[in-house]
C-alpha cells in the first residue's frame, strides 16, 4: 500500500508532468495551421499536441520507473499489463475534438493506479491555468494561476501551498439543477436521459463541455450532475472520478449502479452519471 511519504515523493512529477505536458499542448495551439490532424483506428481525431504532449509525460516521469498506459502509446496487450502493481494512466490530451474547435476545453489527466485503483489524480486545464489533484483519503484541491510552464519542478510544499479545497462552499446547491453533457458526443440516449430528469425537474438547466473538465466542474459544486451515453476510455475517467469522489460526489454505471473498473482486457467504459457532492437528482 502506498504510504504518505512515498506519496510526497510522487505528488511533485504527476503534478509537473502535467503542467510540462500542457506546455507542449498551448505551443501547438497557438498555431492553428500546425495540428496535422490525422485519424486513429477507432475513427477519433489526433493531433501532433496529442503526441508531443504524450512524449513530455513519457519522458518525465520514465525517471519513476514505474509503468505508463497511456491513450497515445503503443496498444498494450492485456497479459502484458494485466499483473501491473503500480502503473500510471494517462490521456496527454483530453478534449481533441475541443482543441480542434478552438474553444479552450481540453484538458491533462494523468492518474497513479495502484492494484488498479487510483490512489493519487490530477487534473490540469493548461488554458485556464487551473490545476485539480486529489489523493485517495486526502481530499481534493484546486490550484489556480498554474501557467503551462515546459520546465515545471514544483516541489511538494509549492503544491499544497495555497490550494483551495472542493467542494467550493459559494457551490453549494443551486436554485435549479444544472446538468451536464458532452459537446461532442450526445446520443439519443442522453436526451431521453434528460428528459426524463425534466419530468420530475422541469427547471434543470443543461450546459455543454467537453473534456474531463466536466469531473472538475462537479467537483467543484459548479455542476450537479453528468451523464454520458457513449464510449469513454479509462484514461478518460480514472483522473476524473478519483477527484470528484475526494470532493464527496460519486460516478456510477448506467444502467446497474456499479463501479468503473480498471485494467480490463477491454480499455472500453460502460455508460455512467456523476453526481455533485450537492446533487438532489
Known amino acids: 500500500m502506498i504510504n504518505d511519504k512515498v506519496r510526497m515523493y510522487l505528488l511533485p512529477p504527476l503534478f509537473n508532468a502535467a503542467v ?4 507542449s499542448i498551448m505551443n501547438v495551439y497557438k498555431n492553428l495551421d500546425d495540428y496535422y490532424i490525422s485519424l486513429k483506428e477507432d475513427n477519433t481525431p489526433i493531433t501532433v499536441a496529442d503526441r508531443v504532449a504524450h512524449r513530455t509525460i ?43 474547435k478552438g474553444n479552450n476545453e481540453f484538458t491533462v489527466n494523468i492518474a497513479l493506479m495502484e492494484n488498479n485503483v487510483c490512489m493519487g489524480a490530477v487534473i490540469y486545464v493548461p488554458y485556464f491555468e487551473k490545476m485539480y489533484v486529489a489523493g485517495r483519503g486526502g481530499g481534493a484541491f484546486l490550484k489556480e494561476h498554474i501557467v503551462p510552464d515546459a520546465a515545471a519542478a514544483f516541489t511538494y510544499d509549492e503544491i499544497v501551498q495555497g490550494w483551495t479545497a472542493l467542494p467550493l462552499a459559494s457551490e453549494a446547491g443551486h436554485e435549479h439543477p444544472v446538468v451536464a453533457v458532452s459537446r461532442s458526443h450526445q446520443t439519443p440516449e442522453t ?28 467537483a467543484e459544486g459548479r ?41 480490463e482486457p477491454d480499455l472500453r467504459n460502460p455508460w455512467f452519471v456523476c453526481r455533485s457532492k450537492f446533487c438532489k437528482l
Not at 519522458?59 to 503503443?74: D, F, K, V
Not at 434543470?204 to 467537453?210: N, P, T
Open 58 to 100: 513519457r519522458e518525465y516521469l520514465g525517471t519513476t520507473r514505474i509503468p505508463i498506459l497511456s491513450e497515445e502509446g503503443r496498444e498494450m496487450r492485456y497479459e502484458e499489463r494485466r499483473n501491473w502493481e503500480l502503473y500510471w494512466l494517462v490521456d496527454p490530451l483530453d478534449g481533441t475534438v475541443e482543441f480542434i
Open 191 to 218: 436526451h431521453e436521459h434528460i428528459a426524463r430528469l425534466r419530468e420530475m425537474h422541469p427547471d434543470l438547466e443543461v450546459v455543454e463541455q467537453g473534456s474531463s473538465y466536466k469531473f472538475c466542474l462537479l
Open 223 to 263: 455542476v450537479d450532475y453528468y451523464v454520458r451515453t457513449t464510449h469513454t476510455y479509462e484514461w478518460d475517467t480514472a483522473a476524473g472520478e478519483l477527484i470528484l469522489a475526494e470532493a464527496g460526489g460519486s460516478t456510477r454505471t448506467l444502467p446497474g449502479d456499479g463501479e468503473l473498473l480498471y485494467n
Open 20 to 23: 510540462r505536458a500542457g506546455a
